[in-house]
């Protein structure tokens, strides 16, 4: 670390602006990355104090945010110091022009890397290029670039495939940095849920949502299970198609979901297990036992034995265990054109 910066390491705010390792932290980056952005791209602040230390003005921290979203977008770095650069230069003469003056067009998105390294920390693997935006923006707790990233991803790519190759190997990457590292990362974690359920639940229906008097899907996580992020991905996917369900979240009593099974008359019911510890095979048996409708005509739901907590046992008549989210909405998408199983 040179001279100019040690003071960098404080933090402090001055009167001539922030030092590089307040911005750092504000970022998400290393104070080693902004030097090298400086060094290289010419990403630095415009002015420093006492004539070399680092001091950085507002509008350099927003170049720097706009150079770290276009990094987590897969931009490789050059390219998006000169984006960065370019819509500084584009708004500063902007705001020259006379108040009559007709804005310019906004700056096209960026395109996708090449072949960017993954810059986040986070053991990501082969994955998609997506995957390490996300986890840069992550690694960043940049809860903006994330919602930005995640639309994006699911727009391009579609629902299952946005789940199975980007948010999922993303969710396992910071999970396991989480136990690799002595608990830090938890904040990374939580935020990237957070954001990763936001975006499921803003999955629209590829039409008009209509009334319907077809029994639902009953989505809920079994008694002793939290993780609800595989039933949401479920959801959305049942919901842009279209077809009625009922999400119940985690850890449902299992008085609870009997009852909503009764007042319901479900057409499926699909029971989360993260961990063979939850895995609750008696609940799973009675809600399959269970018969609704008119005599002579009564249905049973099929139960949908949903996540690795099930596996190592045998599937009982009445039940499934889907391979994966695309497996799943497929066979729930054929049981509304067939008919129900019924008894006498």
Known sequence: ???????????SDTEHGLTTGAVARRLGVSPTTLRSWDQRYGIGPASRAEGRHRRWAPGDVAVLEEMCRLTASGLPPAEAARSALAARSGLAARAALPARSAPRAPLPRAPAARRPGSGSGLPLGD????????ARAAVRLDGPTLDVLLREVVADHGLVTAWEKVMVPTLHAVGRKWESSGDRYVEVEHLLSWHVSTALRQVAP??????????????????????????????AGLAERGLPARMFGGAVPAEALDAAVRRTGPVAVVLWSQARSTAHHALAQHVAARSFG????????????????WAGRSVQ????????????????????GEPHPTVG
């Open 1 to 11: 670390m040179s001279d100019s910066d040690r003071g960098d390491e404080t933090g």
């Open 206 to 235: 590829a039409g008009p949502v209509a009334v319907t008097s077809l029994p639902p899907v009953l989505l809920a996580c079994v008694p002793a299970e939290q993780h609800t992020l595989p039933l949401e991905a479920l959801a």
């Open 317 to 336: 008549p009445g039940m499934l265990r889907p391979g994966g989210l695309r497996e799943a909405l497929d066979t729930l998408t054929r049981l509304y």
């Open 294 to 309: 008119v005599r002579g005509a009564r249905t049973h739901p099929l139960v949908m034995l949903a996540g690795p907590g």
């Open 127 to 134: 994955v998609r290029l997506e995957c390490r935006g996300l």
